[in-house]
């Protein structure tokens, strides 16, 4: 995403409805006819600079505006953060909301650390199984592969949402339900037209003479893969190892109906519990602490590696 | 971006497929030896459910009871069942007002984040940031702040002078539809600002340059190149976005929980309060059949406009 495209960017920065600096284009015209005027279009693009960080600056404070304010609330004083009217600025720091979250329920530990397995085995789950069916799909031929291949996809066709209720009784039967196996296993599949379709194209893309080379040296074809290719595809494993963390830190719903047991919740889970309240009385200080404790983790993630979900949306997820 | 999959996107459809069926492709059955994990999942965890559903969708079923055969009744149930009927109007409305806005706002978005000024990158970033928090995180957030005790919103609004008292966000049926929305244009829109942003740049410059040369203006080009060339991305998100908001259930559990008075309960919503709250599998299974079969036909459509001009 470093490279810049002149053209499109004038297009669209030009186009009559979307922009403050739409006014620039026929400015500059007239400028032209009346001469060079070189510090009047400059102090007109300055101007129009301007009108372009107010407008952006403002749409941008927006959008980290609830995030921000989640985590003031969350460093509030218990009482300050109950208080009504509300305080826009913490008036005195204090960390007793992060202090009654962690011992809600069973323990936030508890929660914290089912949500980290969950994604954990999500994540180990979508990569192992991506990576070997990725290579499968590139390197050989085999009866079913077109099949195989097109049930795959069928996945994305068909939003596991929809059939959540015969998962419930399918999972129940094979003895994974109201276990965090059995969500991850959910996760897993949905990831998987995603990795798979990405894992095949980064395997295309490598020359198979390296692997070959490998082969002559006397390495199986498993050692092939594992020290020569697996190298060259790892930025793709990356990305598929990043989607499949956000989707399953995230997940709401599948935790929400095949776990039971408030040991086993995960965050999204207990948060939302917060919010029914103990009595009735929601604690809006203890409640936002916990938003903050369940988007920290996939914020901090995904600011370290975005180039690798965005080139995940170019080579993957937009082919497919 | 380098890092990632060396050659670019089109060498590789290219190449790809002539090396596959290359003479050096490796065959046999050995092949199955690495895809077999994916297919027990497949197997187990998605075309098994799938047949189930369809099996379930016929019977009589309690969740805590055997099934029993009831030919077509579940899906003659619908007609009559006005949770679901009522669902499904509410769905509908709310897709077709969640896609409209996020597109609309996703062009001053991509306007903004696809300028060569400084700083642009930072607002890209901004925009997209919400996409990756959770949906039920986003609602408790938007629950914190539009509350009637002490959300920061009805104090804003108060302070603006704009209204008295609170506002009363989630109060009728229009306020929480209303509310619904922000939450989901600024929850979801980043990832559209992303993928347009990545249509726009996939468009070679060589386009612009000729039409500049032929004296096109700003707004032919957008018309005549940007527009034409935007059409399978467009397309995609369409469908996506669509999708998406068919499925919309958590950001409604949480933050308005199906109300007031039921206005604002989603189809899924139907599907998990007739299944879990209702224990009545059957109903719940033709429903999402209904539902299943709205987003076949959905893709159904989005494959015939994309592949002609893929190809």
């Not at chain 1, 040991?263 to 009385?281: C, D, K, N, R």
Request: glycine share 8%; with cysteine.
């Amino acid at each position: 995403m470093t490279q810049h495209i002149d053209p499109p960017v004038n297009t669209l920065a030009g186009s009559p409805s979307a922009d403050p600096a739409a006014t620039t284009p026929p400015r500059a015209h007239r400028d032209r006819l009346q001469g060079p005027r070189r510090r009047r279009s400059r102090a007109r693009s300055a101007v129009a600079g301007t009108g372009y960080h107010l407008f952006s600056g403002i749409l941008a404070a927006l959008f980290l505006l609830p995030l921000i304010w989640a985590v003031l609330n969350s460093v509030k004083g218990a009482g300050e953060a109950n208080q009504q009217p509300p305080t826009w600025f913490p008036q005195s720091f204090s960390l007793a909301n992060y202090e009654k979250l962690a011992t809600y329920g069973e323990g936030l530990g508890v929660y914290l650390g089912n949500s980290f397995l969950l994604s954990g085995i999500s994540v180990a789950g979508t990569v192992l199984v991506s990576v070997l069916a990725g290579y499968g799909f590139s390197r050989y031929s085999f009866g079913g592969k077109q099949l195989l291949f097109g049930a795959t996809l069928l996945i994305l066709m068909v939003p596991y949402a929809t059939i959540l209720l015969p998962l419930y009784i399918v999972l129940g039967a094979v003895g994974l339900s109201n276990s965090v196996f059995g969500v991850a296993l959910i996760m897993i599949m949905f990831q998987l037209p995603f990795g798979v379709f990405l894992m095949r194209n980064s395997f295309d893309a490598i020359p198979r003479e390296l692997e070959e080379a490998a082969l002559v040296d006397g390495c199986t074809d498993f050692q092939a893969l594992r020290h020569v290719s697996l190298r060259l595809v790892l930025p793709g494993v990356v990305t598929v190892a990043l989607f499949s963390f956000i989707a399953s830190w995230n997940e709401f719903l599948a935790p929400l109906i095949f776990l039971n047991d408030g040991s086993q919740y995960t965050l999204p889970i207990m948060i939302v519990g917060l919010q029914s309240g103990a009595y009735g009385e929601v604690d809006f200080g203890a409640l936002q602490a916990g938003v903050v404790v369940a988007v920290a983790p996939v914020l901090i993630i995904y600011l370290l590696l975005q180039r690798y979900y965005v080139g995940g949306l170019v080579n993957g997820a937009l082919r497919g | 971006m380098s890092a990632l999959a060396p050659p670019p996107p089109d060498t590789e459809t290219i190449v790809s497929p002539r090396s596959r069926r290359s003479s050096r492709s490796r065959r046999g059955n050995a092949g199955w030896i690495y895809v077999a994990p994916l297919a027990v999942i497949v197997a187990v965890v998605f075309l098994a459910p799938l047949a189930v559903l369809i099996f379930m969708s016929f019977q009589d079923w309690p969740l805590l009871g055997g099934p029993e055969f009831n030919g077509l009744d579940n899906y003659a149930a619908i007609g009559t069942n006005e949770l679901f009927l009522g669902a499904i109007g509410f769905t509908l409305i709310y897709t077709v007002l969640a896609t409209v806005v996020i597109f609309l706002v996703s062009f001053v978005l991509v306007a903004i984040s696809n300028s060569r000024r400084r700083g642009a990158k930072f607002y890209r970033t901004a925009f997209f940031l919400p996409y990756v928090v959770g949906t039920a995180a986003a609602a408790l957030i938007w629950y914190a702040s539009v509350n009637d005790q002490n959300g920061i919103a009805n104090d804003v609004l108060i302070k603006l002078g704009l209204t008295d008292g609170p506002w009363g966000f989630l109060n009728t049926p229009q306020q929480a539809l209303f509310t619904v929305l922000t939450l989901v244009v600024w929850k979801f829109i980043g990832f559209q600002v992303i993928v347009l942003l990545v249509g726009l740049q996939a468009i070679p410059g060589e386009l612009y340059e000729a039409a500049r040369m032929d004296g096109a203006n700003t707004w032919q080009r957008l018309r005549y190149i940007t527009l034409p060339n935007l059409r399978p991305t467009l397309a995609l998100l369409f469908i996506l976005s669509v999708t998406g908001s068919l499925l919309a259930f958590d950001q409604f559990l949480v933050l308005t929980r199906g109300g007031p008075d039921n206005s604002t309960v989603t189809i899924m919503f139907a599907v998990y309060n007739t299944a879990f709250q209702q224990f009545d599998l059957g109903k719940a299974a033709a429903l999402s059949i209904v539902l299943l079969i709205a987003l076949v036909v959905l893709n159904a459509i989005q494959f015939k406009l994309l592949r002609p001009k893929d190809d």
